[in-house]
């Protein structure tokens, strides 16, 4: 019964949602990267896919920590931002507006996994579980960090670039 859900049910239903988007965005990165032309987004694309792969083993340990197997759940919100970074990347290509649509669309993403981590972090520490509720907020510093640098590349050259 509905009424018979707890925090700690929200916590592991919002678990399994960031843990099938880390994975939705494992394969998208690459796609992005090789799209880009600016190298320095590439390279960034590149360098959070990696990130994103201790993004995904840090969510295994908490899952191992909460006795539960590592397992995504749908993630309809995650899988719509990345049906709009594709259409970017099919409607742009080639035109100087790419790498700024790029960097749009993974501050798009940015923005749904801190305010996810955000979120996971505030519960766990609630419910307890102190030493997930590291390892939450580490990944949030990184990905609040990825957004801060696609803001920078897109403030000092891209969005000049697209408006030229």
Known sequence: MPQDKTLDDLF???LKDIYFAEKQILKALPKMAKAAND???????EEHRQQTEGHV???EQIFEMLGQPARGK?????????EEGKEIM???KGAPALDAGLISSGQAVEHY????????KAWATLLGHKDAAQLLDATYKE????????TQLAT???NAKAAA
């Open 12 to 14: 592991l239903d919002t």
């Open 39 to 45: 190298p320095q987004l590439k390279a960034g694309f």
């Open 57 to 59: 083993d840090r969510l």
């Open 74 to 82: 749908t993630c309809e919100a995650i899988l719509g931002i990345i």
């Open 90 to 92: 099919d409607d742009y």
């Open 113 to 120: 996994e801190m305010a996810r981590y955000g979120t996971l």
């Open 143 to 150: 990905e609040s960090a990825t957004d801060k640098k696609l």
């Open 156 to 158: 000092q050259t891209e």
